[in-house]
């Protein structure tokens, strides 16, 4: 019988959010390196909030290949793409403008702006970028992204994926979409589990103080299902936590010393 469980996550903690963010620099270049190799890109997922900040290691990184980059949302807003709310906006202002030449605009996939008011549509021409990307190359069920970078909320959500929405057991769609989210803005589009636990590489990046109760939760008390437990990439993909130590004082989960 072949062992196709999902393998369990890997725990970095960093003593400081400074060397956190060295660290997943060097994770993302490894991740690089191996994907161009093999296939000649490197295909990623992004979310917002502290994350593209976090992505700071990757300026003026010599070792980048940015040209190499496809580069997709995990989710995103339904605001126009020069909205302050836009993850999009957000991963330029905090990266993409400040690396040159970065990665070619047709790399980056954006939502489609001329569909904001029919979030079915905007859903759907998102998931057609992902077939484009994936089913014609990879011929899979799913797509299987090199590496999906993912944050966390405090109740434990990711993406737009929230605790006891209906999304949580969406099993068909690649790219859903949100009207209700409990955080604004409401309408948003997201990733499904299906893609998130077909990655190869899943990190979850995390730092403060502030996240503690919530990582020991989804860390120590899976069972409790909060969103962010139940993303568990299928094998042979892996998932990772990178988080500094103020944001793991609570957890029990045993750790492993950051070497790549």
């Avoid at 996550?9 to 060397?19: G, I």
């Avoid at 620099?25 to 890109?41: C, N, T, Y």
């Avoid at 434990?156 to 929405?165: A, E, Q, R, V, Y």
């Avoid at 990190?203 to 993303?231: C, I, M, N």
């Amino acid at each position: 019988m072949v062992n196709t469980a999902p393998s369990a996550p890997v725990l970095y903690v960093f003593p400081s959010a400074t060397e956190l963010v060295d660290g997943l620099a060097q994770f993302i270049l490894k991740a690089q390196k191996e994907s161009v190799e093999k296939k000649g890109r490197f295909t990623v997922a992004l979310s917002g909030g502290s994350l593209p900040k976090q992505l700071s290691g990757l300026i003026n990184n010599p070792a980048v290949k940015w040209d190499k980059w496809h580069v997709f949302y995990a989710d995103e807003r339904v605001v126009p793409l020069d909205h302050e709310d836009s993850n999009y906006a957000l991963s330029v202002r905090e990266l993409f403008s400040k690396v040159a030449p970065g990665v070619p605009a047709q790399q980056i996939h954006t939502i489609n702006p001329d569909l904001l008011d029919d979030l079915e549509e905007l859903a759907d021409a998102y998931e057609k970028e992902l077939i484009q990307e994936f089913a014609m190359k990879d011929a899979a069920r799913f797509p299987v992204f090199d590496l999906i970078l993912l944050g966390i909320g405090p109740d434990g959500h990711t993406c737009s994926l929230f605790p006891g929405h209906e999304l949580l057991s969406e099993e068909d769609r690649w790219v859903a979409y949100i009207e209700d989210s409990p955080k604004p803005p409401p309408k948003r589009i997201t990733f499904t589990y299906p893609v998130l636990n077909h990655a190869a590489r899943v990190a979850f990046v995390a730092s403060g103080a502030a996240k503690q109760d919530t990582l020991h939760t989804v860390l120590d008390q899976p069972e409790q299902g909060l969103p962010a437990s139940r993303v568990r990439p299928a094998h042979p993909g892996h998932l990772y936590w990178f988080v500094d130590e103020a944001a793991a004082q609570k957890v029990q989960y045993p750790r492993t010393p950051f070497k790549l």
